[in-house]
């Protein structure tokens, strides 16, 4: 079950527990519940991409009591709102009937909390005061399943429902056939994304792909197997860019930073406002000064660029996918699908996949569950079984990136495209998007300028703004500039 907490910077107040529920007293939960609003049915008023707060319609934050239950109709949660906020006693149960926890909200902000185990044993580890501390929770036959930090009452790192390291190998058999690829229509929030179309049929081969993106801990497999240094590891020769500044030159990557004021996106249009090259930033620690994967070895490893990902794919013995392969795994089997899930945004009100909620760029409100990256397999698998073909980071894939890619096949259908015989630079796109047409590749340009086709969006993609998780959506990664939002999965012959 998705734990999603509605959260406010800052400290909290020192609160006592207000009365929780007695399960046992039957009349009191049973008032309560009659009087309760379902949590589901309270979220899905709200607009997408709207802030997460519960609330009866966009003037009317909900004030009373709010109900989950699990699908067998037993109570799971029942949590006191205020004015749309968590305020209040929250208490949830096991389905075995034990208390699970008790949580005591002020202004949406968990303030403390207090947990147990199925077999009514008191959690020890579990222990949030004003607003700081550990939160674990169990499955119902008592494993550990998720533990997470609050620290000033923000939800920090949340360190489960972790995938068996054994299974992160897996990979999955997509049978040859043929396929629709691309969209020509509006995506959900009317924006059109050109570069996503013609509608074109394709026929792929069968190949495998991984089952999950590629994460830290198997990085680091192939690191300490080889001693391999990636890009971002790196210096940049001031021979090869002689007209660069220095500073540019050091060891780094590009970081998202989000400015500290809300600023519209689309006015600015300008992303250096919210990225930043950082230097020190690599895959081990991917923001760069103090940061580090030490509590994120299952999630994906980001700021690699193509020849990093092509490294370890090699040293896997597998490849990278093209990018036919690789959309033809995501949609899963479905056809004209907006999304890998279907055609919903958010089915029953679930986010289901790792993106961005709030206002893009500064306030991430973090409704989905993560801030940023999340531990691989941590939303449901798509059709064919895969993972986060939908968000948590961008995926880069064998093709050169080209936005008009598409065209020549409508009339010429082709069997495993592998993308344009020649590169184009950012130069030479940004003239695509002023002009619709590309000039022709200069061919003394520097290889680390060309663009490589990435896919499957990331925790950074709005709904309104940049609603590129989905299927159909491409972008591009540069060899020049890893990053912290973008890493990749590996395929092979099948
Ligand atoms: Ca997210
Ligand atoms: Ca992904």
């Known amino acids: 079950m998705l734990f999603v907490v509605t959260l406010l910077a800052g400290c909290g107040e020192s609160s006592n527990f207000s009365d929780n529920i007695n399960r046992n007293d039957a009349a009191n939960l049973g008032e309560i519940l009659a009087e309760a609003i379902d949590k589901e049915k309270l979220q899905r008023r709200n607009q997408v991409g709207e802030k997460p707060y519960l609330a009866k319609n966009k003037q009317t934050p909900f004030t009373g009591w709010v109900k989950e239950m699990y699908d067998n109709g037993q109570v799971y949660e029942l949590t006191q709102y205020k004015e749309g906020k968590p305020d209040g006693t929250g208490t949830k149960w096991y389905q075995n009937g034990q208390k699970m926890s008790v949580e005591n909200y002020k202004y949406g902000m968990l303030v403390s909390a207090v947990g147990w185990k199925p077999n009514g044993e008191k959690c020890t580890v579990t222990n949030v005061k004003d607003g700081n501390g550990v939160y674990v929770i169990y499955n119902e036959d008592g494993t550990e399943k998720s533990c997470f930090t609050f620290n000033d009452g923000e939800l920090g790192e949340k360190s489960a429902d972790r995938v068996e390291s054994a299974s992160l190998n897996e990979m999955i058999l997509i049978e040859g056939q043929t396929f629709l690829m691309g969209n020509a229509k509006p995506a959900e929030n009317g924006e059109i994304y050109p570069e996503e179309g013609p509608v074109h049929k394709v026929e792929v081969s069968s190949f495998w792909i991984d089952k999950y993106e590629v ?23 001031p021979d090869m860019f002689p007209l660069a500044p220095k500073n540019q030159l050091l060891p780094g990557a590009t970081v998202f930073a989000p400015p500290p004021e809300n ?17 020190g930033a690599s895959w081990r620690k991917p923001e760069g000064g103090t940061s580090s994967i030490r509590e994120r070895m299952d999630h994906p490893v980001v700021c690699v660029n193509v020849d990093d990902a092509r490294a370890y794919a ?61 531990p691989v397999g941590s939303f ?16 880069i ?20 495209p592998s993308g344009p015989a020649f590169p184009i630079t950012q130069i030479e796109l940004e003239q695509f998007r ?29 709904w309104e703004y940049c609603l590129r998780y989905r299927p159909a959506a491409r972008n591009h990664s ?6 912290n939002h973008t890493g990749f999965r590996c395929a092979k012959d099948g």
């Open 397 to 416: 894939c064998s093709d050169f990136y080209h936005p008009s890619y598409y065209t020549q096949f409508i009339n010429n259908p082709q069997t495993n």
């Open 478 to 483: 540069e060899t020049l500039s890893p990053s």
């Open 314 to 374: 090699k040293w896997a013995g597998k490849r990278l996918p093209t990018e036919a392969e690789w959309e033809l795994a995501a949609r899963g089997g479905l056809v004209d699908s907006m999304y890998v899930w279907g055609n919903e945004a958010r089915p029953d009100g679930k986010w289901l996949a790792n993106c961005f909620q709030g206002n893009f760029p500064a306030v991430n409100t973090a409704q989905d569950g993560f801030h940023g990256t999340s």
């Open 263 to 279: 600023i519209n996106p689309r006015a600015t249009n300008d992303p250096w406002n919210w990225w930043s090259y950082r230097n």
């Open 215 to 237: 994460t830290n801990a198997q990085f680091k497999e192939f690191v300490d197997a080889t001693g391999y240094i990636t890009f971002a590891e790196k210096p940049l020769s």
């Open 434 to 462: 002023r002009t619709g047409t590309c000039p022709t590749p200069m061919e003394e340009n520097n290889r680390l300028m060309n663009l490589t086709v990435s896919r499957g969006g990331s925790f950074l993609c709005h």
């Open 380 to 395: 449901p698998p798509n059709g064919f079984g895969l993972y986060d073909m939908a968000g948590n980071v961008w995926e």
